[in-house]
């Protein structure tokens, strides 16, 4: 599995576009990206996931690079409950997640 | 659908003793893994079932353990308790575990060891 690395902390005002970086230089051309969020002690909540293109839900878009080295977690308008640890993970056929320290987003009113 | 549920939701227990937990992933999901997450090493990964057999498993003592039953609802048992083991435990379930496959996460088990 691809490592990734994240900032460590974050802010974003509510209501504003919260972009979330994520470097997975290594990655393989069979690894897909993953993110996923907790709040804290809950379980990580599925966001989305993407392999080349770019993706969008109704939670969040995904956006990759071309070189897929780096990959940006957009929440378009970020909401007080939208304060967590996210988690960016690379995973290959057959592995397991491997989650990292994520990066910590407050959303501040 | 119904989530992945994990029970129970809090567990006290003391140091020797041992500690069965149990899963129910979301209908028609067949693979289940187990993570520990402490404040110290965060999130890890303890091993993954797949029909009934284990497919994967993370490096961790043999006091854990874990089993699947052919309905897919997944057990983990902790023998010998140790205050390190003090964690929450968290269930996931996918369709069959693969690369594109999304994984789900219950609410955890809230294991106290004294």
């Known amino acids: 599995d691809a490592k990734t690395t994240q900032p460590t902390s974050m802010d974003c005002a509510e209501g504003r576009a919260a972009n979330l970086p994520c470097n997975h230089s290594?990655?393989?051309?069979?690894?897909?990206v993953y993110w996923y969020r907790q709040i804290h002690s809950q379980g990580p909540q599925y966001i989305i996931h993407?392999?080349?293109n770019n993706e969008t839900n109704e939670m969040a878009s995904l956006i990759i690079t071309e070189d897929r080295k780096s990959s940006t977690l957009i929440l378009p308008h970020a909401t007080l409950r939208d304060t967590a640890v996210y988690y960016c993970?690379?995973?290959?056929?057959?592995?397991?997640?491997?989650f990292g320290p994520g990066t910590r987003l407050s959303v501040l009113p | 659908k119904a989530g992945v549920t994990q029970t129970p939701r809090y567990l006290i227990k003391t140091r020797g003793q041992q500690v069965t937990l149990s899963c129910s992933p979301i209908?028609?999901?067949?693979?289940v893994s187990w993570y520990q997450q402490t404040p110290g090493q965060g999130l890890q990964f303890l091993f993954e079932?797949?029909?009934?057999?284990?497919?994967n498993k993370g490096n961790f003592p043999g006091r854990f353990s874990g089993r699947q039953f052919s309905n897919s609802r997944s057990e983990m048992n902790v023998s010998t308790l140790e205050l390190g083991d003090s964690a929450l435990y968290l269930c996931?379930?996918?369709?069959?575990?693969?690369?594109?496959?999304?994984?789900?996460f219950g609410p955890g088990t809230r294991l106290t060891v004294l």
């Open positions: 996931a379930s996918s369709f069959r575990g693969g690369s594109g496959d999304t994984q789900y």
């Open positions: 290594t990655i393989s051309g069979n690894e897909y």
């Open positions: 993407g392999l080349k």
């Open positions: 993970i690379g995973r290959n056929y057959g592995q397991n997640f491997v």
């Open positions: 209908s028609g999901h067949r693979s």
């Open positions: 079932y797949f029909s009934e057999t284990q497919r």
